[in-house]
Antibody, heavy 117, light 110 residues
Framework: QVQLVQSGAEVKKPGASVKVSCKAS????????INWVRQATGQGLEWMGW????????GYAQKFQGRVTMTWNTSISTAYMELSSLRSEDTAVYYC??????????WGQGTLVTVSS | QSVLTQPPSVSAAPGQKVTISCSGS????????VSWYQQVPGTAPKLLIY???KRPSGIPDRFSGSKSGTAATLGITGLQTGDEADYYC???????????FGGGTKLTVL
């Protein structure tokens, strides 16, 4: 079945960077975009951006422009999201999700990133 | 503040019906498909409805979706305690060139 498996929890200091991975299985990795969405504790879903592993195109939410980089390794069907200049407000669960036309399905299990001094 | 507007909470008794609204604008709901996601606390969101009113395989027909103009609605009939979760609407916003979500609605089955 189609599955996205993310890397484990991270603890980072303010100013550092974090790189979260998302390994896809059960489908051809280059066929669909991967989107990244985050959720702070007790808050709603916040979209961060998308990447297309076939065309090489990416698109980032304005809020994260300049701080986020989405990359991938097609040979191992894995997407990455790197967020730099971390601050306490970046503490959240980060999700990857496959974009099938106009919907996000499935989602990864989530990766908790904690930013604390 | 979210681009799409949902009520913070709804509640109903087991076996009853509930609807959750999602209001947007012409740049998002008005001209794009709406999806709905269910998130049980502590777990990842799960696709519930796509293309306004279609259900992925495995989603019971107790769940339905509709769209009219710049608003969408999620309906759940025959409520079960297992339906207690947060529900989010989502769509593409052509002006922002971004995926936008509602703030989420917490469903309580009394």
């Amino acid at each position: 079945q189609v599955q996205l498996v993310q890397s484990g929890a991270e603890v980072k200091k303010p100013g550092a960077s974090v790189k979260v991975s998302c390994k896809a299985s059960g489908y051809t990795f280059t066929t669909y975009d991967i989107n990244w969405v985050r959720q702070a504790t007790g808050q709603g879903l916040e979209w961060m951006g998308w990447m297309n592993p076939n065309t090489g195109n990416t698109g980032y939410a304005q809020k994260f422009q300049g701080r986020v980089t989405m990359t991938w390794n097609t040979s191992i069907s894995t997407a990455y999201m790197e967020l730099s200049s971390l601050r306490s407000e970046d503490t959240a669960v980060y999700y990857c999700a496959r974009n099938v036309v106009d919907r996000l399905d499935p989602w990864g299990q989530g990766t908790l990133v904690t930013v604390s001094s | 503040q979210s681009v799409l507007t949902q009520p913070p909470s709804v509640s109903a008794a087991p076996g009853q019906k509930v609807t959750i609204s999602c209001s947007g604008s012409s740049s998002n709901i008005g001209n794009n498909y709406v999806s709905w996601y269910q998130q049980v606390p502590g777990t990842a969101p799960k696709l519930l409805i796509y293309e306004n009113n279609k259900r992925p395989s495995g989603i019971p027909d107790r769940f339905s979706g509709s769209k009219s103009g710049t608003a969408a609605t999620l309906g759940i009939t025959g409520l079960q305690t297992g339906d207690e979760a947060d529900y989010y609407c989502g769509t593409w916003d052509s002006s922002l060139s971004a995926v936008v979500f509602g703030g989420g609605t917490k469903l309580t089955v009394l």
